[in-house]
């Protein structure tokens, strides 16, 4: 029998990260598609929406009317899944049947005042607003002692359950955290505890050798696909430096980290020609009032589609019960973002 | 404050079978919709499809022919995400990239000859012969020294990723066993050990005093909205005995199964009057030659859909990077499937 080829074979890849497997089909990506095509968001949108509950100057569901910003724009979701003042206590019923309280605050940034944006699309300073907004939000709710964890996430596309196109984020920020950091907290800190490094930086070292699954690079950011990457075309952000949290970036790799997510982006964009749908978001130390040295300030994107425009990657069956699966290496993915331009498809930007 | 009210206000719940926790936000139900609709499945197809590779007589990817069945049939998938032949071997680079060859099977089980029919439209009998075989592959292929877990599956609906919609489930069945029964497995494990009973004896006992999550029950078997459901319409069908695997059950008990599978599928088809997408599977132990006295035979029901036949839940960025969360009470569910029909919207079946 020939030896172990990872391009060629079947086989298990361990998330570092987080602490957990991933089955890696390379030979299945030659499969035929009849299901479910998507449909990629129109590319059409006005640069003002009088409709759309998060352009300048229009009322929300509540009634309030936002301000006419020109740049970034933050206030309370109106219908946040997590509310300030909830009542504590909770259920425990022989360990079976188990609940607690959660309070904590969901918030909405809006990235421009421009309807017909998305961050592609966006200046680099343009984004360095939003980078800095984050800042001082992770910093605002993360003083407060009733929250221990800011979750800044964004929802792009309708395929992600965004429900409004105006370039927009969120952050979930609540008393307990929750389960994904909290899988890397778990990882970080042995690994921390064993070698008096991140975790984060001896991987980035690993990937700048091997160039392998790098796809580009500034002077303070890395963007690669992790070796452990889930849906087809994610990838990771990774600061060169060990820092726990956003607050702790100089200005210039403020401005490093906004360069790095339009550059990203735009090659998303530029993979199928369309508004590349995804969610990502940052992990960083949980704000309990502990320094986490183990903690490796990063940015995940989880995009969903795998061969066009129209067809997915689906986390069914096997995944949902079993564990997640991909068709396509890492190292193909990687070797795809890698061949694509930094020039945005539709040309100009702003 | 008023005091705590898990009907009312957000709180986390653990998943004592699985060790994780998701966020309930009961309040949020009422946020208005404008995003992604989906498109319910087509309810007309004829019960023979001459371009269906899975219809009887037809031919196969492959160039195999399917045999004329006339009630079950099981073949190898031709795209299989696993393979027997694989070479051992792996990657280990300090801990940080991880991998190892992995080897299995990819199992396709056509339910019926007919392509117009589904779980819900077919007789007990009929059911019951699917259930038949999948304890005779749980058997075959379980007590292959290469196979130490088998996880079958059905992935229902295009909105599930399932690319055709001739009745029909699959098998993976493979040399390690994956994430989510081994994570089962660990907590079951603890629980028996401390108490000398399986965790869903226990748990199904509270389910039953309390009779809030129950959905509906035969002799043998019970389904009901974990108290921990993630999906909105989650379930959960747990066998009354304590047994470890489908091959252990009665004759009487298999009937049991098809009985009650019938029964929950056509209230989920009558939840929005369309066939319900859905991805469901049976977990029970690993077939690596142990007893595992610790687990216990169940069958999960994960499916998408929040508010109609056009509007499912998303689990993407807050839930990708923090945790599962869900916007209706798992009682809510409850009681909505508990006040449905049993006979299907469609009328009589076959
Ligand atoms: O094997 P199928 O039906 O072609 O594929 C479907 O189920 C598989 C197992 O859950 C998934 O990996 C695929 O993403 C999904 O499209
Ligand atoms: O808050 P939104 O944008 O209305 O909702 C979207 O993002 C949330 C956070 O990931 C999810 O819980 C919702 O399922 C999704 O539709």
Redesign the pocket.
């Known amino acids: 029998m020939s030896s172990f080829d990872s391009t060629e074979h079947p086989h298990r890849r361990y998330n570092a990260l987080a602490g957990e497997w991933v089955l890696v089909s390379p030979h299945r990506s030659k499969r035929p598609w009849q299901g479910q095509q998507e449909e990629p968001e129109s590319d059409q949108r006005p640069a003002y929406d009088p409709t759309c509950y998060l352009c300048p100057g229009n009322s929300r569901v509540g009634g309030e009317v936002n301000p006419k910003y020109d740049a970034t724009f933050v206030f309370n979701?109106d219908?946040?899944?997590l509310q300030a003042d909830v009542p504590t206590g909770g259920i425990n019923e022989g360990g079976l049947l188990r609940a607690e309280a959660e309070s904590g605050v969901?918030r909405?940034i809006c990235f421009s005042p421009r309807h017909d944006l998305t961050l592609p699309q966006m200046t680099v300073p343009a984004i360095r607003k939003v980078v800095d907004l984050w800042v001082e939000e992770f910093q605002t709710l993360g003083a407060r002692p009733d929250i221990n964890y800011v979750q800044i996430?964004e929802?792009k596309g309708p395929v992600?359950?965004?429900?409004?196109p105006h370039p927009h984020g969120?952050i979930?920020a609540q008393r307990t955290v929750p389960g994904e950091p909290a899988k890397e907290s778990v990882q970080q800190l042995a690994y921390f505890q064993e070698h008096g490094r991140t975790l984060l930086s001896d991987y980035l070292k690993i990937e700048l050798e091997k160039q392998e699954r790098v796809v580009l690079e500034n002077e303070h950011f890395v963007v690669l696909v992790p070796f452990w990457a889930v849906w087809p075309f994610e990838t990771l952000v990774v600061s060169r430096r060990a820092v726990q949290d956003i607050a702790q970036l100089t200005p210039e790799e403020r401005d490093g980290l906004a360069d790095i997510m339009r550059r990203l982006t735009i090659r998303y964009d530029n993979l199928f020609n369309i508004s590349f749908p995804y969610?990502s978001g940052l992990h960083q130390r949980p704000t309990d009032g502990q320094e986490h040295p183990e903690w490796h300030l990063h940015m995940h994107f989880y995009p969903p589609l795998l061969r066009s425009a129209t067809v997915r990657k689906f986390m069914v069956g096997y995944e949902m019960l079993g564990d997640p699966q991909r068709d396509i290496t890492p190292e193909f993915s990687a070797d795809r973002l890698r061949g694509l331009s930094e020039v945005h498809y539709k040309g100009a930007v702003e």
């Open positions: 979701n219908f946040g899944a969901c909405v996430f929802n992600m359950g965004c429900s409004n969120q979930w969610s």
